[in-house]
DNA sequence: ATGCCGCGGCGCCCGCGA
């Protein structure tokens, strides 16, 4: 089974990158996030057409989650719980039944945070500090489960091709790092790093200053997998050659292979 | 340097992103 990740930045601005990119890579999970519109505005009948079923958790303007799937799709939990104010649409999660068993799969779109000494960056720590209940509570059922998404979180210096462009940003902060190990500290593997060791790899090049052009990107959209899903990976792709398409999104699909 | 670029919107500037 391929499972992928995608910030969009924009899902009507992408439909033609999404299409050719899930014509060249048919993941049968695809995690989108940013997409920047509402249920009624989705681009419905362009990703039903290459035979996926959507579950979406939209909002006007920002934010915005979905999950493309090729297999049915048995249960959906719109919204992150643990706090009933919260009204941005980021997160998502599936659950689906394979012949190996069951799977559940969330869409993550972590706040960024900035800037520091506003509201924005409590509201991150709260975010994740959720993120992390809900992956405990996953881990005491024994389910099998995906966290995928925009973390927003560069975990390490070497997720960085600068990393000291980033010391006073949400990103990179220590706080922000600190709930990125509480995360991995349950158990949970980072699929890209299981499978690549130290390697500089990014997933996000800023629109401004060339950033692309000088490979100055950052590490932040991540695949966490439960301990059975870790064991069971048996491969993982970061599609960068998107990036340098016309009119790209800022962040490029992050996919993984598991035998389920 | 807080902008550089790109996105959405009761749009022609502004907030937001990272």
């Known amino acids: ?6 910030n969009v930045n924009s899902v009507r601005q992408r439909v033609d990158h999404l299409v050719a990119w899930i014509k060249e890579t048919s993941p049968d999970i695809c995690c989108l996030q940013e997409l920047k519109c509402t249920e009624e505005t989705f681009p419905r009948l362009e990703i039903e057409a290459l ?3 959507i579950e979406l958790l939209g909002q006007k303007t920002f934010n915005g989650v979905a999950i493309l799937s090729k297999y049915r799709i048995d249960d959906v939990i719109r919204g992150l719980p643990g706090d009933e104010s919260d009204e941005q649409a980021r997160f998502i999660e599936i659950g689906i039944s394979t012949e190996k ?7 993550i779109y972590a706040p960024n945070g900035n800037p520091l000494g506003t509201e924005k960056f409590p509201y991150k720590i709260g975010f994740l500090n959720r993120l992390i ?6 881990l ?3 389910e099998v489960f995906i966290f995928a998404g925009d973390y927003n979180i560069i975990p390490m210096p070497e997720d960085a091709e600068n990393p000291a462009q980033w010391v006073n940003d949400a990103l990179f902060q220590p706080e922000s790092r600190a709930k990125w190990r509480e995360l991995m500290s349950l158990g ?10 130290n ?5 996000f090049w800023d629109y401004q200053a060339g950033a692309w052009q000088k490979n100055n990107g950052i590490r932040i959209d991540h695949l ?3 301990p059975l899903c870790a064991d069971r990976l048996t491969g993982t792709w970061i599609d960068k050659h998107v990036r340098g398409w016309e009119k790209p999104s800022d962040h490029v699909p992050v996919r993984i292979d598991i035998n389920l």
């Open 199 to 203: 390697k500089q790899l990014y997933t």
């Open 51 to 53: 035979g996926y079923n």
């Open 101 to 107: 068993g069951a799977l559940r799969v969330a869409s």
């Open 133 to 138: 209940e809900r992956a405990r509570e996953h």
């Open 188 to 197: 949970l593997t980072d699929a890209i790093r299981a499978s690549n060791g």
């Open 140 to 142: 005491a059922n024994e």
């Open 1 to 6: 089974m391929r499972i992928a990740t995608w």
């Open 224 to 226: 966490l997998l439960s």
